[in-house]
């Protein structure tokens, strides 16, 4: 037995006279003493901060024993740090803490929101209307989750409830979840919807209005400009044109067949993204970037994007359902046969008659599968204009003839019609455009039919019988075999090309312009000469 | 196997199909994860450790997984000098694709494999262990990038400004922590409902997401993906 430890039971009758072991039986009053004096000694309070050994052994033995943690003597020393610090906290605390609002608690108020239920006068009344069809979220979750893929059933009420919000609140003709779109501080809840027609109506009013105030404003400046060009004389106006502008398709067609809502997090309010322009999905075509979540963050990129992320938001948006909206073919039809071989079959509708082949042969073949969006032109646009034609509407340029004879005549673009098969779809070198799995072999009967895309990671569809549904999770971005290679910057301008004509000679040096008085003078006295002699020859 | 610890690490998604990993682990949580793979969660196979050959060439190696371990992807269109290389020694200038998976996944937990500090320590004989008093970190800590350390030898540490070595705590303190990752931003942090999850999902990485619910133990990191790096990060930020 070598020295004691403070811990160890024996510590301090280490001293003749305490030893357990000596044969004479110490003094019962030393003895007593010796505790008191060790007692004392427990009892003795830090000069620094205000406890005593005796105490805190007590209040770390008590929180054991009521605790009683496994392993108690390996995070003892926590232990005592704890309770050291509990005490310190309470001693010293004169001022209270202000009460912090947690996050959690805001979250759950916004999320309150949702769950109240209307009055019960406004429910009669919408009985009576047309019922905008509410989808139904949880079933599609159900699906989706055969396969693995969705979201926290939580997640998936809370947006079923923010729909039926947004329903409520915006004249809604159809509607549908559309996916999620993750983002680097904040993510993007998507509902694709149809507006109602009055809705449409009032937007291209304020648009309409919105352009004719700027045209009065260009043509006022323009004439302060022509005042202005009268007084001073203005530097060479520059010959460049840019490209006419494509206009964006209208409401209601094409790219624009669709308007989006998004929202942060379920319970917040949804935004209304603006319609895209095809200069903006050309731009996005070009670049790659991460989302942030807000809605009004610029995107910095190389071609310059025209708009900021809402827009860049909404291109990628297009893009993707144009290229990944898929449903089982024969599902849609033509609204009329007639018009299958025209380009301009925009419309179709459901087909009645429509059977749904088993689950087997939709994941066996591509072929089952139909695009019903239709896809996007390199022009941008989902039909093809003709540029040029703008150019008769501007009267005011005088080259209007020269121009049209200069300009290449683009070709017209033509693209898939409506409902093409995916089997016709490119694949990236090896891979194909898209993987079918049947969710499950073990219980055929009930496995749903899996679409995964491969050209857009995150884009899935299921069918299963006359159901189906496309759905989105994932960054909003195309997979390329290839790295991203951002455009290069155009060239630097060429000079003027440098001939004689306009190159500065050097200014003649003084010998030589002597030299050459001297050479005029002797031309000069030459031709005096001559004259002279000529005169004296008469 | 005998693992003390076993987890599910994730799946990587190839064309034709997914591959379902797990992860186990010894007493020492340092030492070198034994993986498994399987194809139908049902059959595992032992995933043999990565070396340094392997995880060379398959940074070469780029495009989606194809989903059946035994294909092989013909190294002479990629690589020429590595193909060559790999006929001078005798063996056939191909990489298996299950190689492939092994080496993607070692580089998947040397880059992004996070844990949060204080989880671990480490004793003085220089093993580590779990630390069972971790509380969790407090919400104000979760939020900070600099409260998590990838689980792989440290790079970094001992760059440190001897300012900064003054406040570490060397039992706790071991790893190389998140804040100084290139390219700067390449985690993105959110609090999920609420403020009673914090989600951390790597860039680089695209799939890999880490949870921890704070002021508790739990946490823990998955990868659900194509099992390829993200090279157009930069581009993208």
Redo the contacts between chains.
Sequence with gaps: HGPYQPHEPGYGLDQPGYSPYEDQIPDPEARMLAIKNAKAYLLKTSTRSGLNLYDHFANILTKILDEQP??TV??IE?ISKDVKWAQFRKKMDTLRDEHLI???????EKCKALFIKEGGEEEHEELEEEMPSLPNVMETAFYFEQAGIGLNK?ESYYIFLALKNLINVQPIQTCRFWGKI??????YIIAEVQLREGGEEEEAGEEGEETVAEGEKETGEAEEEDEQKEKEAEPPKSTYKPPPEIPKEANGTGTNKYVYFVCNEPGKPWVKLPLVTPAQIVCARK????FTGRLDAPVVSFPPFPGNEANYLRAQIARISAGTHVSPTGFYQFADEDEEEEEGADTYEENPDFEPPPVAEMVESLATWAHHVKGILKQGRCVWINPSQKSEENEEEEDEEEEEEEEEEEQEERGPPLLTLISEDEGM????AW?AQASTNLIPQYSVAIL?S?RW?GAYAFASGRKFENIYFG?G?K?S????T?ALPPPAQAEFPSGPGITETVDPTLEEEMAFKAAQEEALAEAEEGEDEEGEDD | YRFERLWFWGCIQGVRGAYYIAEGLGPDRAAPRSRLYSLNCLDWSLLTPATKEMLALAEQVKGRFQGDPSFEYSLAEINAEAAARLIESGKEPVIKEEARLIATIEQIDRAVGIVPRGAFVKTPLGSVHENRHFEGLSLVEAKKLSSYFHFTEPVNLKNKTLLEKADLDPSTDFLDSLEHDIPRGSWSIQLEKGGTVVVLRSLLWLGLTFYHVPMTKQFGYVYFGTGEKNLDLPFML
């Design positions: 496994a392993n390996d995070i926590n947690p996050p959690t608690f805001e979250a759950a939580d993750l983002g680097l501080e904040m993510n670049i790659k970037k991460f070198k090896d891979i194909p993987t995964q491969n990671p960054w971005h997979y075999p290839e790295s991203h951002p």
